[in-house]
């Protein structure tokens, strides 16, 4: 969950000999939150409240005050975005805080608004028909080198690919796509291509793409580079590499 730790300090009073945002101590309380993987989201301290101007409508009229919005000895003086499991992890965060000994520190939960995204947020799953169950098995599980999840009662095994999934399962329009069913990733596409022919893997060549070229068994469409084989269903099959990812 997200916390809002907000800083309030009084800027006229007695602080640690030299310490301010950028001493030891809150140097040394940066570095920790950047070290904790995935707690730190935001942070920066403000301008003093001197600078501060108040904005509010009366009857539909811009008011424009010089000044913070409260007059009170501690001001808003900084804020701190946390991403934490818990609100005692939060505390936890707040208390070490250089601020804590000389000001308070206010932590507040952040409302997050959910969007309406359909299936968005939800994991979607590569679904291959094939013809023979145990090709597909030898193919995908043997020289692939995918790692078996699972399997389901009429024919249908799940394999595990990174951090996606692919399950192929019989049926008798196995092979009758003629896009790309699925593609993979990889850093280094003539090694992986090398690696697959060695298992006898044969690679495609489509020459009538616009915009693309192709040397050898690798395509080319500007820097990017791509190469197609067929598991034994016929189910097109691709590899793909971008030197921005």
Not at 32 to 57: K, R
Not at 73 to 89: M, N
């Amino acid at each position: 969950m997200k916390y809002l730790l907000l800083i309030y300090v009084n800027e006229f009073s007695a602080r640690p000999d030299e310490e301010n945002e950028f001493s030891g101590p809150w140097r040394d309380y940066r570095q920790a939150l950047l070290d904790a993987p995935g707690v730190y989201l935001a942070g920066e301290p403000l301008q003093p409240p001197s600078t501060a101007t108040t904005v509010w409508l009366e009857r539909g009229k811009r008011l424009v005050h010089d000044g913070p919005f409260a007059e009170t000895k501690e001001q808003l003086g900084g804020y701190i975005l946390l991403e934490v499991p818990s609100r005692e992890e939060a505390l936890d965060w707040a208390a070490r805080c250089p601020a804590a000994g000389y000001g308070r520190i206010e932590i507040r939960p952040v409302l997050t608004l959910k969007e309406n995204k359909m299936l968005g947020d939800t994991n979607v799953q590569t679904m291959l028909p094939v013809k023979d169950l145990k090709a597909a098995e030898e193919f995908y599980g043997g020289t692939l080198g995918l790692k078996r999840m699972d399997e389901e009662p009429g024919g249908a095994v799940t394999y595990q690919s990174g951090q996606g999934t692919l399950t192929v399962y019989v049926s008798k329009f196995a092979g009758t796509n003629k896009g790309t069913a699925a593609s993979w990733h990889v850093k280094d596409i003539e090694k992986a291509v090398k690696e697959l022919k060695g298992k006898g893997v044969s690679f495609e060549h489509y020459d009538d793409l616009p915009d693309m070229t192709r040397k050898g068994d690798t395509h080319f469409a500007g820097d990017m580079k791509l190469a197609w084989f067929k598991d034994p269903a016929g189910n097109i099959l691709g590899l793909e590499s971008h030197p921005s990812k």
